[in-house]
């Protein structure tokens, strides 16, 4: 999360793609996918729980990282950075992330189970909510 802050506050895309590589949220959203698939509503429940956390922590992350990041950063005038905006408004991110990462749980579920493991990597980057999470604190 201070990776995706770091990021966000620097308009650094190099920095906010470094955070989705090491976001641990994508495995509550692959519990919450093997729980949905194989009808086993306690993992999905548990998934679905720390996937909730998960965005609530990045969400106080950003809010933590980004207000004293505001007043004592030397980019005070172009504040909301590029990085920032290009996300989109503050709330409708993260509902917009949830239909990706549904998607990509789906993805990373099949990569799994089937030979497919070098595909996990990428489907981790191109759904983490990380970001956007920690983007909505910051906006």
């Known amino acids: 999360s201070c990776i995706a802050a770091g990021g966000?506050?620097?308009?650094s895309s190099v920095a906010v793609v470094a955070s989705m590589l090491v976001s641990p949220i994508m495995g509550p959203v692959t519990a919450l996918t093997f729980g949905v698939t194989m009808r086993n509503?306690?993992?999905?429940?548990?998934?679905?729980?720390?996937?909730?956390?998960?965005?609530?922590?990045?969400?106080?992350?950003?809010?933590i990282v980004g207000f004293p990041w505001l007043w004592f950063t030397s980019n005070?005038?172009?504040?909301?950075?590029?990085?920032?905006?290009?996300?989109?408004?503050p709330w409708w991110i993260l509902i917009d992330g949830?239909?990706?990462?549904?998607?990509s749980?789906?993805?990373?579920?099949?990569?799994?189970?089937?030979?497919?493991?070098?595909?996990?990597?990428?489907?981790?980057?191109s759904a983490s909510l990380l970001p956007p999470a920690v983007n909505c604190g910051m906006l």
């Open 76 to 89: 005070r005038g172009n504040w909301p950075t590029a990085q920032m905006t290009s996300r989109g408004t």
């Open 41 to 63: 509503k306690a993992l999905a429940w548990i998934g679905f729980r720390n996937e909730c956390f998960s965005l609530i922590g990045c969400v106080i992350i950003g809010i």
């Open 8 to 11: 966000l506050g620097t308009d």
């Open 98 to 103: 949830a239909f990706i990462a549904a998607a």
């Open 105 to 125: 749980g789906i993805g990373v579920g099949l990569s799994l189970v089937g030979e497919y493991t070098t595909v996990v990597v990428g489907v981790a980057i």
